[in-house]
């Protein structure tokens, strides 16, 4: 039997940071895991749940959740120099070890700690497919079952990102045998979305989306065809690499991002991942189309891969969202602290992107909430129909303590480091206590054996 009994939640918060600015008093009434009704200056009453200052939680846009147990292991240069390539040699070997178990287990610790760190939903850029030979399992989304099952174990949001994958270079090269997990013709991968549906289908706000890896492993025909069979959102790898750059110059003539606008209709659901090497005319481009760059600065300053022209980017109006991406380190704050020091660094000035008034802090907090939900496939903010994700901030922190409004955002991401956060609530429900995943132990536990396993 099913139990149809609408659960309600309400929240009191001493203050919180509404789609409008900051509010006192303020009690969120949630329904079913989703916002119901917002009312500030309202007095605390029995049966609400008192939480101290709150924002909404933040999405990740893209994340390799498996790549979570191979941080720090490929931080060894060469004789002849380390770059984006020779690490991606050593993932293709790292994944010959993993099997679904495992896998499994990597994927709950990943999203454990996105939740701790103030993610509340997680785009999972999913193209381990298959078996460590190349084989097929009986279950097509047998591997997606598993990243729905790590989320639904931690509690993380999910919007499942298979991934089409069927060449090593442009112009259809054949895929090289450490590719083999990955692969699929278009027939085996729209079997592959139907199976995923199925994984999700006791997730209800689980949110199905697909992803060309990239130009490099999708012809203009097999690109043509996944943008028609899109159920959701669209992500894709692009222009991370000037080597890849180059490779789309010689191929089309075009550069990666100028190849795509002239022969796809990018819109509003796309997320164009890294575009990190992007001229002046693609910056307008992606601006103007209203698709979200997703930009990943912790694992594009571990690779190498260079800057995003931000800066041009905002002024043209860009919508932007952060993701976790290679998970060498799990951490929302880091993410934004480091999009915009790298610009300063770059423009050597200070507070180079918030236009207008607004705090870096706050500004940066909230358009990547908005843009990371615009490709997510969910509504962002404390407001009436989205989710009741709430991120309480700890004022006992040493870096919070005494500040007040923007000041607390930006004390945050700029100054504080582990603790911020003393609870984070997903759909209503709390995930994390004290900074700590109420399931940490099992959930570490499991973790720990498994990576035993694969580095033994």
């Known amino acids: ?15 919180a940071l509404l789609p409008d600015g900051w509010a006192q008093d303020v009690r969120i009434d949630s329904v079913d895991g989703r916002i119901s009704a917002v009312t500030v200056d309202a ?3 029995a049966g609400d749940q008192p939480l101290g200052t709150v924002v909404a939680g933040l999405g990740n846009l893209h994340s390799h959740a498996f790549q979570r147990a191979m941080a720090g292991l490929t931080e060894v240069g060469g004789r002849s120099g380390d770059s984006f390539w020779s690490w ?3 993932m293709y070997r790292f994944l010959d070890r993993l099997d679904p178990d495992d896998f499994q287990a990597i994927a709950a610790q990943a999203y454990m700690e996105m939740l701790e760190s103030g993610f509340t939903r997680v785009g999972e850029f999913h193209y381990l497919h298959h ?5 097929r399992y009986a279950d097509p989304a047998e591997m997606a079952g598993r990243v729905a099952a790590a989320a639904a174990e931690t509690g993380l949001g999910l919007t499942l990102l298979p991934v089409f994958y069927a060449h090593s270079d442009f112009g259809g090269a054949a895929p090289t045998p450490g590719q083999r997990r990955f692969l699929h013709d278009i027939d085996g991968f729209a079997a592959l979305l139907g199976s995923c549906r199925k994984a999700l289908a006791a997730t209800p706000d689980a949110v199905l989306g697909l992803a060309p890896h ?5 012809t203009p025909e097999e690109l043509a065809a996944l943008t028609a069979m899109a159920p959701g959102p669209i992500h894709i790898h692009i222009a991370e690499q000037t080597r890849e750059v180059d490779a789309c110059l010689a191929w089309s003539g075009q550069r990666p991002v100028e190849w795509l606008y002239a022969n796809v209709p990018v819109d509003q659901r796309w997320c164009l991942v890294h575009a990190t090497h992007v001229s002046p005319d693609e910056v307008r481009l992606m601006a103007d189309s209203g698709a979200v760059v997703g930009l990943c600065p912790i694992t594009e300053a571990n690779l190498g891969d260079g800057l ?14 952060v993701g976790s991406d290679s998970n060498v ?4 704050a880091e993410e934004l602290r480091l999009l915009e020091y790298g610009q300063r660094l770059s423009m050597r000035g200070r507070n180079v992107l918030s236009p207008g008034a607004l705090s870096t802090g706050r500004w940066l907090y909230q358009q990547a909430g908005e843009g990371a939900a615009q490709v997510l496939g969910e509504r962002s903010g404390l407001a009436v129909g989205a989710p009741a994700d709430l991120l309480e901030l700890d004022l006992d922190h040493p870096s919070l303590h005494g500040r007040e409004g923007d000041a607390l955002l930006d004390s945050w991401l700029f100054a504080a480091r582990n603790g911020a956060l003393r609870s984070v609530w997903r759909n209503g429900r709390e995930l994390v206590r004290d900074g700590r995943h109420v399931n940490r132990a099992a959930i570490a536990a499991r973790y720990r054996a498994a990576l035993g396993r694969i580095l033994a």
């Not at 039997?1 to 203050?15: C, Y």
């Not at 905002?314 to 932007?320: L, P, Q």
């Open 1 to 15: 039997m099913h139990d149809n009994t609408r659960k309600s939640v309400r929240f009191h918060a001493a203050r």
């Open 131 to 135: 078996a460590p030979d190349g084989s």
């Open 308 to 321: 995003f022209p931000m800066r041009a980017f905002v002024e043209a109006g860009g919508r932007f969202g």
């Open 88 to 90: 991606r040699e050593l």
């Open 214 to 218: 990239s130009l490099r492993a999708c």
């Open 329 to 332: 380190l799990i951490d929302a």
């Open 43 to 45: 007095a605390r009453e």
